[in-house]
């Protein structure tokens, strides 16, 4: 169980460092953190991908087939591709386990020493399934900004790969990941081959690939090159820009009928990736050349964060007063106002904590959505009926409302709490909200005798409550109102 323990806080800390090397796992850890492969979360020609689970966070495990002709060779390879290729674009390798065991079964009647062999990968976790998925629900006409930023996405990841002379050989919507900000995350190199220094292309009798992405050298001649995943790539692109995985793949483009600049040059360049001649087909990096170019004439619809504010969004009032009563039905609603400072449209979401589930709070509509440039919303925090009051003032935590930077286009659908996350490198802006919790003046002045006034009891408590928000991270200058003040006329009885 140590052994373990020690493997589990590696694992962690190798989340939250960028740079960390992937390391060696047990079968017995990789068993705990999937519950004994428990829930499966995706399925692939080499083998099934389940859900683990650390202390903060989660990871994918696949755990590769492993049949009568399985070759610890391509396992090597894959690993090997897996180790070079780091980029924000490619889905993070994190870990790995080769455990090889003996095991008794009957053979023949009798019993006879078996090898038992487990091969798995160990990934980040990515959470909004793969691109075959998303385009499936594509709402026409309202998300091409998501779908440009994913068509670029792709590009950049593909044009890594080719610098670290590794060609994928099996692109295709299924193998593009969709993180929380909907940034695709190139996955499952299963068939992949790391050329050497000098070496552009590759003869093979098996022909690698899913059918409809293959390119027609490698079906014909056998012939693998970069090219290939080049021709792949024409393919991604026009299902994204159709919006649809069945198509006409002879006339599809036809179909289109768009007046935007950006959407053009896309359906040019997945028009030359599909050249049947894979001479005429561009490089990774001329791709990317062109959408910079395209770019930089101005009429770019991929946001970044372009604010210079260190803030993001502004969070009014800094602290939520509740005076409670006992044996009411009345439920009562304090609004939070978010305004968003900056340029660029802004994803929030409002934790809950435990003070509210205490004392029987909800939201009066969702937490969580997205703010467009210089505008403002508001939230409804409602106290709901109650017994019992507290006898003191008590803030016993806070309430904190996270932000970050997102694409014009997103959706409130796409938001999951992965994206507010500061470990990812994206900026995120976190406002923390004081949570008092202030007695009825009747059961105060029922309690005791000296609390009619400002006792010493009584500034016992608010200095108590002014320590508890100091302890949490609020200090007197970021918030709006004086805190005895308020605290003494809802405290006061005369």
């Known amino acids: 169980m140590a052994d373990q323990a020690s493997e589990l806080e ?19 850890l990789i068993k705990s953190i999937t519950t004994n492969f428990s829930q499966e979360i995706g399925l692939g020609g080499f083998g099934v991908v389940y859900l683990g689970v650390l202390r903060n966070e989660k990871v994918a495990v696949k755990k590769l087939f492993i049949e009568q ?3 610890d060779e391509l396992f090597v390879d894959e690993v090997n591709c897996l180790v070079r290729a780091k980029h924000n674009n490619i889905v993070r390798f994190l870990d790995y386990c080769a455990d090889t065991q003996g095991e008794l079964v009957k053979f023949d009647g009798r019993h006879v020493m078996a090898e038992l062999r487990q091969r798995l990968l160990c990934f980040e976790y990515v959470p909004n399934g793969n691109l075959h998925d998303y385009i499936k629900g594509i709402s026409h006409g309202d998300e091409w900004q998501i779908r440009y930023k994913m ?9 890594y790969l080719h610098k670290e002379r590794i060609t994928h050989l099996d692109l295709k919507p299924d193998n593009v990941l969709l993180d929380a900000y909907m940034e695709p995350k190139i996955t499952d190199f299963g068939l992949s081959r790391l050329f050497d220094e000098g070496q552009s292309r590759v003869f093979t009798k098996n022909v690698p690939g899913t059918r409809g992405y293959i390119a027609p050298e490698v079906i014909d001649k056998g012939e693998i090159s970069f090219k290939s995943d080049i021709f792949a790539l024409g393919i991604v692109v026009s299902k994204l820009l159709v919006g649809q995985n069945n198509y006409d793949i002879e006339n599809w483009h036809e179909s289109l009928d768009v007046d935007c600049t950006q959407a053009k040059s896309c359906i040019q360049i997945a028009q030359s990736c599909m050249e049947a001649d894979q001479h005429k087909r561009p490089t ?13 004439l101005g009429s770019s619809i991929y946001r970044t964060n372009s604010s210079d504010s260190e803030n993001l969004i502004q969070v009014e009032p800094l602290e939520l007063h509740f005076h409670l009563e006992p044996n009411t039905h ?3 609603t304090q609004k939070l106002k978010l305004a968003n400072i900056t340029d660029d449209y802004v994803a929030f979401n409002a934790m809950e904590w435990s003070s509210m589930a205490k004392y029987g709070f909800s939201w009066s509509g969702p937490s969580r959505g997205i703010l467009l440039p210089w505008s403002t919303h508001e939230l409804g925090l409602i106290r709901e009926a109650h017994e019992m009051s507290p006898l003191s003032v008590q803030c016993n935590d806070v309430l904190i409302v ?14 999951a709490l992965d994206m507010f996350k500061t470990h990812t490198g994206r900026k995120v802006h976190e406002v923390k909200l004081g949570i008092l919790v202030v007695p009825s003046l009747a059961e105060s002045s029922a309690c005791t005798a000296h609390t009619l006034s400002m006792s010493p009891t009584e500034n016992q ?15 007197a200058h970021e918030r709006p109102h004086d805190t005895n003040a308020q605290l003494s006329s809802l405290t006061k009885a005369n």
Do not use: W
């Open 330 to 332: 009345i439920s009562v």
């Open 402 to 415: 996270r932000s970050t930077v997102v694409s014009e286009g997103f959706k409130t659908r796409y938001i």
């Open 69 to 71: 002709d399985f070759s």
């Open 284 to 296: 990774a990096e001329e791709i990317i050349k062109k959408l910079n170019e395209m770019e930089s």
């Open 151 to 159: 068509i670029k996405g792709i590009c950049h990841g593909l044009q």
């Open 10 to 28: 590696a694992l962690e800390l190798i989340l939250t460092d960028a740079n960390a090397e992937p390391t060696k796992l047990s079968y017995a």
């Open 461 to 475: 408590d608010l200095k108590k409550a002014k320590e508890e928000l100091h302890r949490l991270g609020l200090s």
